[in-house]
């Protein structure tokens, strides 16, 4: 079975990091770009970030460029998003998706079922 299963969201105070995890089982990360998209309550899903098979490019929505890092060890099967000096609005849930082309839109086969994230104080 293919699955997606991210891990690590939880309560953090604005300005605190968290490290988002996103482990596959049943096939191999190696060829596939990976994304991360998050959406908040009320609102759209949004594209995070992205990085390619390689991890050779990444991508990063504005809202969090410079704040938030993208990564990947394919010899663990998995993708990490570091996420720091976090704000109340990246209160969301996340998601991981897997698929060929590493991009903030939406054209991602494989998805995972998300983990929240809050920022509160």
């Known amino acids: 079975q293919l699955q997606l299963v991210e891990s690590g969201g939880g309560l953090v105070q604005p300005g605190g990091s968290l490290r988002l995890s996103c482990a596959a089982s049943?096939?191999?990360?190696?060829?596939?770009?990976v994304g991360w998209f998050r959406q908040a309550p009320g609102k759209e899903r949004e594209g995070v970030s992205c990085?390619?098979?390689?991890?050779?490019?990444?991508n990063y929505a504005d809202s969090v460029k410079g704040r938030f890092s993208i990564s990947r060890d394919n010899a663990k099967n998995t993708v990490y998003l570091q996420m720091n000096s976090l704000k109340p609005e990246d209160t969301a849930i996340f998601y991981c998706?897997?698929?060929?082309?590493?991009?903030?839109?939406?054209?991602?086969?494989?998805w995972g079922q998300g983990t929240q994230v809050i920022v509160s104080s």
């Open positions: 990085i390619s098979s390689s991890g050779g490019r990444t």
């Open positions: 049943g096939f191999t990360l190696d060829y596939f770009a």
């Open positions: 998706a897997a698929g060929f082309l590493c991009g903030l839109g939406s054209s991602y086969d494989y």
